[in-house]
């Protein structure tokens, strides 16, 4: 069965310092997919990441950072000199064969200025 | 390019009214999401269309929950009669259809209160 945990409920660091959130899967499919989203608090979803099972390098994108590891299964997210723009919460998801997509708990992230 | 739009954005109703929630996906988008995200919790999916056809509707409460894809383009979600747990965000997605590689694009959803 597919399942993600997000095991940090909430995070809370202060402006400038990195923070990493975790996201670790569980699938028996060969081929699948991983996301990550962010939730602001006006409460849209909005698309991040999307990852491949079959491609395991590191993106990096301005201040934020994937590092996906299969030995681990996991797919975690950093991010570099955080603002306080990035309090949100944010999603891990995966999708396999059954086209399902399916959700981790969510970290909720706090950057006190 | 136009996101998904819903309506309306807040809704307060008395348990056991009804309710209704309309959504108009991405343009091109043949796949459509109705999720129910109660406060603290990750999304849930309550159906999922493919064109005007169901996937997957293994978790709607369809006792009281009904949802329509006519025309294989907007939808709506209905609730009838309502409970107090059904107080949530529901949130409608798009993507496009037949590919695992695609990713889901979100409305703002739809915040019910039910009192």
């Known amino acids: 069965a597919q399942k993600v945990t997000q095991a940090q409920t909430e995070i809370s660091v202060v402006e400038k310092e990195d923070v990493t959130l975790d996201c670790v899967y569980e699938?028996?499919?060969?081929?699948?997919?991983l996301f990550w989203y962010k939730q602001p608090p006006s409460g849209e979803l909005v698309f991040l990441i999307r990852r491949n099972s079959f491609d395991e390098q590191n993106e990096i994108s301005g201040r934020y950072s994937w590092n996906f590891q299969k030995s681990t299964s996991s797919f975690n997210f950093t991010i570099t000199a955080s603002q306080v723009v990035d309090s949100a919460v944010y999603f891990c998801a995966q999708r396999g064969s059954n086209y399902q997509l399916i959700w981790g708990a969510g970290t909720k992230l706090i950057i006190k200025p | 390019e136009a996101g998904v739009a819903q309506s309306p954005r807040y809704k307060i109703i008395e348990k056991r009214q009804s309710v209704a929630f309309w959504c108009n996906p991405i343009s091109g988008h043949a796949t459509l999401y109705w999720y129910q995200q109660i406060l603290g919790q990750g999304p849930k999916l309550l159906i999922q269309f493919q064109n005007n056809g169901v996937v997957d509707d293994s978790q709607l409460p369809k006792d009281r929950f009904s949802a329509e894809r006519l025309k294989g383009v907007d939808s709506t979600l209905k609730i009838q009669p309502a409970k107090l747990e059904d107080s949530a965000v529901y949130l409608c997605?798009?993507?496009?259809?037949?590919?695992?590689?695609?990713?889901?694009?979100f409305g703002q959803g739809t915040r019910l209160t039910v009192v």
């Open positions: 997605a798009s993507s496009f259809a037949g590919r695992l590689n695609t990713e889901a694009f």
């Open positions: 699938t028996r499919d060969t081929t699948y997919y």
